[in-house]
């Protein structure tokens, strides 16, 4: 893909290490992309606290990989994997987010034409979990209201939980969301958040594909029946 990349300027006071680019055009054909074999291309975003582990959830999820360093995102980034439901390849491509308050603009021009947004917090960071509210705002402000949106708990792997299962649960109840667990440590629900989406995304696809057809069939049937009213 042709994408044009350009450093990032690292923040002097982060003692973090920083080694993303910032992408700036997402200048994606989705034409292309179904000549080569994608029955759907779908837009995902992944947007919460830094911190919180938006880039191990989808390095688990794409290259099956973790890392324990935290290497802040700059920008955005983007991982692709594509996946089989029921015999359609859905090519999903997760826009990973910055968590970092000085890229929440840039954060905000990416939802267009998203299919779902996970939302994730830390289970071991009561904070992050307080975020959720302001994150659900920003999703509401910016993406359509059948956008299919799930909370997504991290780090489950970890003893240390200041956020349980239930609150959660009530949370992701109270907001219209689904709720899953994870730890991209441990893969626990890494491939189940994902599975869930394209499934969801394909069948609401699938269900476009038959009404435009059955659009296009009805001047037709229309026409045949005409033509029986004129013999009868
Ligand atoms: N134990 C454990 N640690 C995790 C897990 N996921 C992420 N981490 C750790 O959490 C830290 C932050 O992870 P990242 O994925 O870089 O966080 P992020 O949300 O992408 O952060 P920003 O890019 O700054 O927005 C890293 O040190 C990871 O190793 C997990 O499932 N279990
Ligand atoms: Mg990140």
Redesign the pocket.
């Known amino acids: 893909m042709d994408f044009a990349f350009k450093t990032a300027l690292a923040s002097p006071t982060s003692a ?1 290490r920083e080694r ?1 680019f910032h992408l700036i055009e997402p200048d994606i054909n989705p034409i292309m992309e179904i000549q080569g074999k994608t029955d759907y291309l779908v837009k995902l975003l ?1 947007i ?13 999820f794409a290259d099956n990989s ?9 920008g955005i980034d983007l991982k692709v994997r594509t996946v089989n439901v029921e015999g359609k390849a859905l090519k999903l491509q997760a826009w ?5 308050e000085r ?1 929440r603009t840039l954060t905000q021009t990416y939802y267009n034409g998203a299919a779902a947004v996970l939302l ?1 917090y ?1 289970c ?1 960071d009561r904070q992050s979990f307080q975020s959720v509210q302001h994150w659900s705002k920003q999703v509401q402000t910016h993406t359509s209201p059948t956008i299919l949106k799930v909370l997504i708990s ?5 003893p240390c939980r200041e956020v349980s299962t239930e609150e959660g649960q009530t949370l992701a109840a109270s907001l219209d969301m689904t709720f899953f667990e ?5 893969g ?1 629900n890494v491939e189940a958040v994902f599975l869930y989406i394209a499934g969801r995304v394909k069948a609401a696809r699938d269900k476009e594909v038959r009404l435009m057809a059955g659009e296009r069939l009805k001047p037709l049937i229309e026409k045949r029946r005409k033509r029986l009213c004129w013999f009868l």
Request: glycine share 8%.
């Open positions: 973090r993303h992944i919460g606290d830094s911190g919180v582990g938006k880039t191990c959830l989808l390095l688990r973790f890392t324990t360093s935290h290497l802040t995102t700059i990973d987010t910055a968590g970092q890229f994730a830390d071991t991290t780090k489950s792997d970890r994870t730890s991209a440590r441990d626990t």
